[in-house]
């Protein structure tokens, strides 16, 4: 890949001779933001991304006591590392000392995701995270380290609506990086996501895993939607902490997390609206609207179309349902 961009992970200046060679094997497809992405374990992804994909397989050891957030990218990671990382520092950082973390760090700065932070620093030792150890991923079900799987780490899944989630990263990949992606049709990268064939995608399959896997092993996975965190926030957020084992007793702690962590209250801190993370990217592309429907600024009605079409073949007999 030859991308001038600034952001590490649309970069591939730190794969390993061995992922070169892996990548060499692997069905690969003309991608938009970055040229070409990848098809492994049946998911799309960058080049970076998957290098540290692999790394994390082979290196990160989980613990019983970790918490693993997980979604498709563009679905409320930002929200969910912010609330949780608030949940459970709540003793430690107290919401009303006025002085708590997330008002002068970006919460990504907070929760490590991953495989990016194996891409960018492979020797990065986990070990020296803060008890309980609390990250964040966007790999599959199927590619979880086998230690992940294996241990009694709590893992919390939040799923967006698809048009949402698309439109979401349909505009983060233009502020990411503007050049490479003008001239690339909107209804060809509906078509390309349709298809599976998009960064991280295919989407369905990523949310079905997880869903299923929250039906049959509930103590280990829980199942959210960003629209329900929206809806009804406070209730949400006490399932979560619930489910983690830090229950609230004190309905005004559930209150002032909740409002620390909106949208309204999060994307007009100097931190998150001025600088960039050390990946490159600018903090403030992390808050655009943060609403459920916002999709139809961007996307016509037959391309809405397209998306629900989809959505109604791969999600049929799951249970699942969207209703935006
Ligand atoms: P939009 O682009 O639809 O506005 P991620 O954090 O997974 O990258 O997802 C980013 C999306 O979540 C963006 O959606 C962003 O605006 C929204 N978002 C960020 N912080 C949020 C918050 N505190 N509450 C609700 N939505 C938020």
């Avoid at 609330?83 to 919401?95: D, E, Q, S, Y």
């Avoid at 960018?120 to 609390?134: C, K, T, W, Y």
């Avoid at 369905?204 to 895993?209: C, G, I, K, R, S």
């Amino acid at each position: 890949m030859s991308s001038p961009s600034s952001v590490d992970y649309l970069r591939d200046e730190k794969l390993t001779q061995e992922t070169r060679d892996l990548i060499s094997s692997l069905p690969s497809e003309k991608g938009w933001l970055v040229s070409k992405i990848y098809q492994f374990q049946g998911c799309w992804h960058t080049e970076a991304l998957l290098q540290g994909i692999l790394t994390c397989q082979k290196h990160f050891e989980a613990k019983d006591s970790d918490i693993i957030l997980v979604n498709n990218p563009k679905s409320g990671t930002t929200w969910l590392k912010s609330l949780v990382f608030a949940l459970i520092n709540r003793h430690k950082f107290p919401v009303s000392s006025g002085k708590h973390p997330l008002l002068v760090t970006n919460p990504h700065l907070l929760v490590p995701f991953l495989e990016g932070v194996y891409y960018e620093s492979p020797d990065f030792d986990f070990s020296v995270l803060p008890f309980p150890r609390l990250m964040n991923t966007h790999m599959s079900h199927l590619s979880l380290p086998e230690s992940v799987k294996n241990s009694s780490c709590k893992i919390v899944y939040c799923c967006r609506n698809p048009k949402d989630m698309f439109v979401s990263l349909w505009h983060f990949g233009k502020k990411l990086a503007p050049q490479e992606t003008a001239d690339y049709p909107i209804e060809k990268a509906v078509e390309a996501f349709c298809q599976g064939k998009f960064i991280g995608g295919p989407f369905w399959d990523h949310v079905l895993e997880y869903w299923y896997a929250s039906l049959e092993n509930p103590n280990k996975v829980l199942f959210v939607t960003y629209e329900e965190l929206k809806k009804q926030t406070e209730v949400e957020v006490k399932r979560i902490a619930e489910f983690i084992g830090c229950g609230f007793t004190e309905e005004e702690e559930v209150r002032e997390i909740v409002k620390l962590c909106s949208f309204e209250s999060l994307s007009k801190l100097e931190v998150n609206r001025q600088g960039k993370l050390p990946n490159g990217i600018e903090t403030n592309a992390f808050f655009r609207k943060g609403e459920v429907g916002g999709w139809s600024d961007t996307l016509s009605e037959s391309l809405a179309e397209v998306i629900d079409r989809t959505t109604e073949d791969k999600f049929g007999g799951s249970g699942l349902r969207f209703s935006c």
